[in-house]
């Protein structure tokens, strides 16, 4: 639709210019702040012209934070939480396309319906689950008895266990489920034609060989697109990781930048808090920057 | 190759049957189609020969096999999709061989084969490209060599012109017909194109609401139409169908507008008084000159120009009729003509059945 509505054209320019202001404003402080040494940051109040100190103090806030050892934790975690997602996302959205079992809308709504449960609300328990994510087996193997069963027959007391607290597995495991993912890759399945799978059928093609050789490289943007969402997401994971965590060399740099915040009986020393910040920012805005292009294709879902 | 045999074939999706009790038998190397209108159940019926739809009762058999378990890929059979189901991230080549790589045949064995499917459909030069860079014409011939590779016993095809313009469905008809002489297969191919069913069909299946109207070679179902549906169905334009009612013993039939004409072999006495449907085909009717004894005398309403013939419409009472006709007349809309009928091109068919009445000549 092309129309001339300079007015309109003005006001809205006008709306993005000071929503663009309000959102950058906070980061190019930070930035500013990066750059500036030490006397020039506590001053009241703060320039807004750049120093030329940035290496210098991101050099710090590196050592200071243990930016090493929590970078790996953060690019394992977040890597983990992402393949986590996709590979569960969409094999339960085959499941639910594909497969024509019983309940199978009843299980579609149960996934859907965990979009109100976000991982804030389920903590508590999410924790103690993690605390032995073999408990709730072991439970219902009590309640139907086989643990009794069993010490009965071997003698042995069953007694299942597999604390995932300061473990890789621990802070990834948890957020693997996502009825967002599975969501998307449930309305992009609907949209390829029944004919491909008949198809596939016809060929001699199992439901797996399906799956692998024919919806996952349709689904490539898709993939693509949710990769982006995820990354961000499992990238800025702060609560999680942080109950789950205890031991210094599990923690991730979100977490990390906690200990570049300056507390009451130290320097202020903010132009490294905030040189921190930016690095800890860089690889979420990367990976988009990189990657908007098929982020906006795969929302969009066309082909071309 | 194998012979296919439906017996008593039914289909229910939940309460609701589509298809009620279905019997065809189609012989080694036939070509059959299955015509019918959009909903009668024939790619539903195509679709359980696949293996794709569950059959609810009744009996499938594929050669000496029955198939009513079978997955579709132990049937031995290959289909041609609506809209040729190609694979879209693979190119011509890939999709044409990925039953056989699937299959794990050898390097070597599936390019030779490909090479030579592509050849036989003059693909050779697009096994390169993506199905989005294909024309129509292209894919569909793409479509066809993912199902000759494999050398089926059965090729089903599911109204696979349907998506092709004019032009190129007449010629991939003909291509379809060659490659079937060549190759041998049963075939059976669904469409709601009678022109389509008249051209290919070795034989004609005509269905009409889950159940089988008539079967047959196309030069039956056009001579002799088993019912009212199918003489409406098949033939362009549409046989006209006149009400009319049987006189002196069944011997005769008259009607409003409708001179009493003497039937070539009459029908028993208590046929005197039924109620009919006479049935006669555009072509089959010639306009003679006035005073000169007809069949029947008609209003013209307009008159279409096709180049090579003309059709005519016109009213009988309320009723409309088709002349198709080669003479140039000079008649203006308004005329009455006076229309006259071999006949042994007469079809009676019961007024409240449908069902033929093998009274008038037409075989």
């Known amino acids: 639709m092309i129309e001339r509505t300079p007015i309109l054209n003005a006001v809205t320019h006008t709306v993005l210019g000071v929503g663009l202001l309000v959102m950058c404003f906070p980061l190019a402080i930070a930035f500013v702040a990066a750059t500036l040494p030490y006397e020039a940051v506590i001053d009241v109040p703060m320039t807004l012209i750049p120093g030329s100190e940035l290496l210098e103090n991101a050099a710090r806030a590196w050592e200071r934070g243990e930016f090493a050892t929590q970078g790996v934790n953060s690019v394992v975690m977040t890597l983990g939480i992402l393949f986590g997602k996709v590979a569960c996302a969409s094999l339960t959205a085959f499941a639910v396309c594909y497969f024509n079992f019983r309940f199978r809308m009843l299980a579609f709504w149960l996934i859907f319906i965990t979009l109100m449960l976000p991982l804030e609300v389920r903590i508590v328990p999410t924790y103690e689950v993690a605390g032995n994510a073999l408990l709730p087996l072991q439970q219902l193997l009590e309640v139907l008895w086989l643990t009794d069963l069993v010490a009965w027959l071997a003698g042995v007391e069953v007694a299942l266990e597999w604390n995932l607290l300061d473990t890789y597995w621990g802070l990834t495991l948890p957020l693997f489920a996502s009825a967002t993912a599975t969501f998307l890759f449930r309305q992009f399945f609907l949209t390829i034609p029944e004919e491909l799978a008949e198809a596939a059928k016809m060929d001699g093609a199992g439901p797996l060989r399906f799956f692998f050789q024919i919806l996952l490289p349709l689904s490539k943007t898709n993939i693509a697109a949710l990769s982006v969402i995820m990354f961000v997401f499992g990238w800025n994971q702060y609560l999680w990781p942080l109950l789950i965590t205890t031991e210094p060399d599990m923690r991730t740099l979100v977490m990390g930048l906690e200990n570049l915040i300056p507390s009451e009986d130290e320097l202020p020393e903010w132009n490294v808090a905030m040189a921190g910040t930016l690095m800890v920012m860089l690889p979420p805005i990367v990976v988009v920057l990189v990657l908007q292009r098929w982020f906006v294709r795969g929302l969009l879902g066309g082909e071309k | ?363």
């Open chain 2, 1 to 363: 190759m194998a012979n296919v045999s439906l017996q008593r074939v039914r289909k229910s999706f939940g309460t609701t049957e589509v298809i009620h009790g279905i019997d065809i038998e189609i012989g080694d190397g036939e070509f059959a189609v299955i015509v019918g209108p959009s909903g009668c159940g024939k790619s539903t019926l195509l679709r359980m020969i696949a293996g794709l739809e569950a059959v609810t009762a009744g009996e499938v058999a594929i050669g000496d096999r029955v198939v009513n378990d079978l997955e579709p890929k132990e049937r031995d059979v290959a289909m041609v999709f609506q809209n040729y189901g190609l694979y879209p991230h693979m190119t011509a080549f890939q999709n044409i061989s990925y039953a056989l790589r699937i299959a794990r045949r050898p390097k070597a064995e599936i390019r030779e084969r490909v090479e030579r499917v592509s050849r036989i459909l003059g693909i050779e030069d697009l096994l390169a490209r993506k199905p989005s860079q294909l024309s129509g014409g292209q894919r569909q011939r793409v479509a066809m060599g993912r199902a000759i590779i494999r050398e089926p016993d059965v090729f089903l095809f599911d109204e696979p012109l349907s998506n092709l313009d004019a032009k190129l469905r007449s010629q991939m008809r003909v291509e379809i017909k060659r490659l079937h002489d060549d190759l041998k297969a049963t075939s059976i191919f669904v469409t709601h194109d009678q022109v389509e069913a008249m051209t290919m069909a070795d034989r004609l299946v005509v269905m009409n609401q889950g159940v089988v109207e008539q079967t047959g070679t196309p030069r039956q179902v056009y001579r002799r139409p088993g019912s009212t549906y199918v003489a409406g169905f098949i033939g362009a334009p549409a046989m006209n169908l006149l009400p009319a009612t049987l006189c002196d013993d069944g011997a005769a039939v008259e009607g409003r507008g409708i001179a009493r004409t003497a039937l070539p072999n009459g029908a028993g006495p208590d046929r005197s008084g039924r109620r009919v449907m006479l049935g006669v085909r555009p072509e089959h009717l010639a306009v003679v000159a006035d005073g000169s004894e007809g069949l029947l005398s008609a209003r013209l309403l307009y008159a279409e120009d096709l180049g090579a013939s003309r059709l005519l419409h016109c009213a009988v009472g309320d009723d409309e009729l088709i002349v198709h006709t080669q003479d140039e007349t000079g008649d203006r809309p308004g005329d009455t003509l006076r229309l006259a009928a071999d006949p042994a091109n007469l079809h009676l068919f019961d007024a409240d059945s449908g069902r033929r009445l093998e009274v008038a000549g037409g075989g």
